[in-house]
């Protein structure tokens, strides 16, 4: 028999195609426009041999192994439910009673599933927090740097992640658009919650035939895809900042700053402008300065720069730009440039950053909530960057300074992760590694063996999507979606929700954990809720019985173009900007006062450590840029057949110009060898002429797959990447920031494990 059920993910919505227990297809939502490939990988996920049968102890752990034992050399040993869960509830309460609630590691930072209520990070955090606190990581891996940075100088996060200036704007009003980053395809394919519709390419196409001209600033030239029709600019990676300040020395050169705009709107014009004309340290910022920087022609920075200042131009950056060292900086200097181009908050101008970063950006919409678990307090009250996590691992009792405060760093006894892959996100894997291996016991709830839960000592194993019954829901997309369960539980997976649920149990606190509802009654309750916010907004939803069985509710389409800051460029007086001067500050007093070298009160080219411009260079002398994947979600569907389709032999395939390989005589399709100090991984090389030469590029997310000897055989980029916070203000992650050297691998090509379960002893 053969049943469709609706279900959602990351990177679409569909039916999934069940028969006899199995889920053998899946068909796209009809609603959507442009439905991706990724979700032919849903099937492949769900009925893997990687996944987590039962719940394992690793041996090492079960002889009383603790605090500095190698984690993810061990094999696991299978327990049954109620030990695992009666072991983790008394290792939990030991932990807490000898060295404090914040010695609980619990941030667990990660994109989960679709679903919003079995979303696996928000019920670990609903548990420890109610169980008295753990330490927390605030911000995020995409726009860490930008989301601290922004608040200051603009006053909202909106203009990365909030309600943007939309396409249809874009569309009738803007001549130029002007990408960091381009705007790529790939990135689209996915939306956190659930992509509902992907309304991005018919959006792109449609600013295309309305005229726009586009340029790509970026080392990759398929940053745009080819219907663009863009003009390509390679420059050199992490030297956007240079080339923007270039840019406003050939405006003001030519007397085209809007001067009345700067005046009116913005505070720090007067400490700005004798930086960009060099009267502040003997360097002016002229084009020929840049074009040593970035390697892009100083004719082409002038005649980018007098088309910007001529035409109406809407100036984004992709999130990555500020995912570097000093990331901060392009951000903020392409704020300053849209300053003087005088756009903020005119139809079809200023500066948005992520409009090639994720499905939904610029896509017009009502501002409604999306439908979510309410977030608990942490009593703990501790909270890191997020991307500082190894950082944390290594210095207990030392203080770590961010964005103006000292944080104390707590002594991490136990590690707890459900719903993320800190070995697919966090940067110098090796390094994190040995952090980890400081703590006593670490927990990994998931359903496959990734690399997390081969290097935890209890690993439980969580039911996929398809198992349960869910609501997917995205600030940026128009439909909410019912996700029904497909297929019962596969071996002994469970719902994450459940598991704590038995550990709130065992502890005294399950009724504060469940408020006494169950799935059902969660479900009804969620989406009720959400209807009462929708409805306060003036949206009528239909109640949640209609809403289960059309398996959908489609959000109204607003009937007037959103332009951000509008109010604000209309009259600053009467609707000032969230920031101590309620301008745009091109000086911020408060980041000045932070005293960081690093990072000033204005916006300044600052030389990261590892840039084809540095020292080390010479010894690696190519950047490696790691970039979001086109087969996948990060490390989710890595198993999937369109991931493993683009394998080249079994390994991550590595982008590199053909002139690179001619210097180190590889060829396409073989397999090479990647390294630096940090670490070295396998990847297959990929010739293309749309790489810039000294720049190679390899997607993140293939699972790491260490060796005894280290070498990952089969091409995390991450094993290399560079564990630095942006600068003291954001401490955000700065993987783009990387060197490498390439050459040929010799040696007899080792197999991939990490697509096979681990070692697994008879239970004890
Ligand atoms: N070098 C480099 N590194 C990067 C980036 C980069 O550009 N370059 N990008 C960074 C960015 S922007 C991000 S957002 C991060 C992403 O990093 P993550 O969000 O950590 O990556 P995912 O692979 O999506 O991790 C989600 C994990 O949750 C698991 N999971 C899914 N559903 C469930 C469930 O129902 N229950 C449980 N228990 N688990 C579940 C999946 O199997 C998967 O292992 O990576 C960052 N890392
Ligand atoms: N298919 C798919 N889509 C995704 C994701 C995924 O895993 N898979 N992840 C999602 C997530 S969590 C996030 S945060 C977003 C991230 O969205 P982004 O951060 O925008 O994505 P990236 O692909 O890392 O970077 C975009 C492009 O920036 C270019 N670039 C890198 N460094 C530089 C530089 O220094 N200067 C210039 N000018 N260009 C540079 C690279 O060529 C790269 O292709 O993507 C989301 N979309
Ligand atoms: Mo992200």
């Keep these: 028999m053969t049943e469709l059920k609706p279900h959602s993910a990351h990177w679409g919505a569909f039916e999934a195609v069940v028969e006899n227990g199995r889920v053998t297809g899946v068909r796209p939502f009809a609603r959507d426009p442009n439905p991706g490939a990724l979700i032919q990988s849903v099937p492949d996920a769900v009925h893997s041999r990687v996944r987590i049968d039962r719940p394992y102890v690793r041996s090492g752990w079960l002889k009383g192994e603790r605090r500095g034992s190698l984690r993810g050399s061990d094999a696991f040993v299978p327990v049954p439910w109620d030990q695992a869960i009666r072991l983790v509830a008394e290792e939990t309460q030991r932990v807490r009673g000898a060295f404090g609630h914040a010695s609980i590691m619990g941030g667990s930072y990660g994109w989960s599933s679709a679903g919003r209520f079995h979303h696996a990070k928000s019920q670990l955090q609903r548990f420890l927090g109610l169980g008295g606190g753990y330490t927390t990581q605030v911000t995020n891996y995409s726009y860490g740097a930008g989301m601290t940075l922004m608040p200051h100088i603009v006053g909202t996060n909106d203009i990365m992640q909030g309600q943007v200036t939309d396409w249809p704007s874009i569309a009738k009003h803007t001549k130029l658009m002007f990408c960091l980053g381009g705007l790529p395809l790939k990135n689209a394919l996915v939306t956190a919650g659930g992509a509902g519709a992907h309304e991005y390419v018919p959006w792109l196409k449609q600013v295309a035939e309305a005229g726009v001209r586009f340029v790509n600033v970026s080392p990759f030239k398929g940053d745009t895809p080819d219907f663009l029709d863009a003009e390509w600019v390679p420059i050199r990676p992490n030297t956007d900042t240079a080339l923007l300040l270039g840019m406003a020395h050939v405006l003001l050169a030519a007397g085209l700053e809007d001067r009345s705009f700067l005046a009116t709107h913005c505070t720090g014009w007067d400490k700005l402008r004798p930086y960009i004309l060099g009267d502040a340290d003997g360097v ?67 500066v948005v950053f992520g409009y090639g970063s994720l499905n939904g950006m610029g896509t017009p919409r009502w501002e409604l909530p999306s439908v979510s678990l309410p977030a608990t307090r942490n009593p703990a009250g501790v909270a890191i960057p997020v991307s500082r996590v190894t950082e944390l691992l290594e210095r207990p009792g030392e203080v770590m300074q961010y964005n103006g405060r000292d944080i104390p760093l707590p002594d991490i006894r136990m590690i707890w992760w459900a719903g993320g ?24 709830q998931e359903p496959w063996w990734t690399a997390p839960a081969r290097h935890a000592d209890i690993v439980l194993p969580a039911t996929t999507t398809l198992e349960r019954n869910d609501i997917g829901s995205s600030s940026r997309d128009r439909f909410v979606r019912a996700m029904h369960q497909a297929i019962p539980p596969l071996a002994q997976a469970r719902n994450d929700h459940d598991m704590l649920a038995d550990m709130a149990d065992a502890l005294g606190f ?14 009804r309750h969620l989406y009720e809720r959400w209807r009462a916010a929708c409805a306060r907004q003036g949206f009528e939803a239909p109640d949640f019985d209609r809403f289960w069985t059309e398996g959908f509710v489609e959000t109204p389409r607003p009937d007037q173009d959103f332009v951000l800051f509008s109010d604000f460029a209309r009259d600053p007086a009467a609707h000032p900007l969230n920031t101590p001067s309620g301008k745009v500050e091109l000086f911020s007093e408060t980041i000045a006062s932070f005293g960081y070298a690093e990072i000033g009160g204005h916006p300044e080219w600052h030389a990261p450590r590892e840039y084809l411009g540095a020292e080390q260079a010479r010894r690696f002398p190519l950047h490696l840029l790691s970039y979001q994947p086109a087969t996948r979600l990060h490390g989710q569907l890595d198993q999937g057949r369109v991931a493993q389709a683009s394998k080249v032999q079994g390994r991550e395939p590595m982008l590199m110009h053909p002139d690179d390989a001619a210097a180190r005589g590889l060829s396409d399709g073989a397999v090479v060898r990647m390294f630096n100090d940090r670490g070295a991984v396998l990847a297959g090389l990929k010739l293309s002429e749309g790489i810039r030469p000294g720049v190679v590029a390899m997607a993140t997310g293939a699972w790491w797959d260490p060796g005894e000897d280290g070498l990952d055989r089969h091409g995390n980029p991450n094993v290399l990447t560079q564990d630095v916070g942006t600068s003291r203000l954001g401490q955000g992650c700065a993987a783009q920031s990387c060197l490498v050297e390439v050459v040929a691998f010799d040696g007899p090509l080792p197999a991939v494990a990490v697509l096979q379960p681990p070692q697994i002893l008879e239970p004890a």
């Design 284 to 350: 002016p910022k002229t084009p020929e300065w840049a074009s040593a920087v970035t390697e892009v022609p100083a004719a082409t920075i002038r005649r980018l720069a007098l088309e910007a200042g001529a035409a109406p131009t809407m100036l984004t950056a992709t999130w990555s730009i500020q995912r570097a060292e000093h990331g901060e900086q392009p951000w903020w200097m392409l704020v300053a440039l849209a300053a003087m181009l005088g756009g903020i908050g005119q139809p079809g101008q200023g």
């Design 421 to 444: 892959n800190p070995f697919h996100h966090h940067q110098d894997l090796n390094r994190l590694l040995r952090g980890w291996c400081r703590a006593d016991t670490v927990v990994v």
């Design 510 to 523: 399950r009724d504060r954990f469940t408020e006494q509802r169950d799935e059902a009654a969660w479900l």
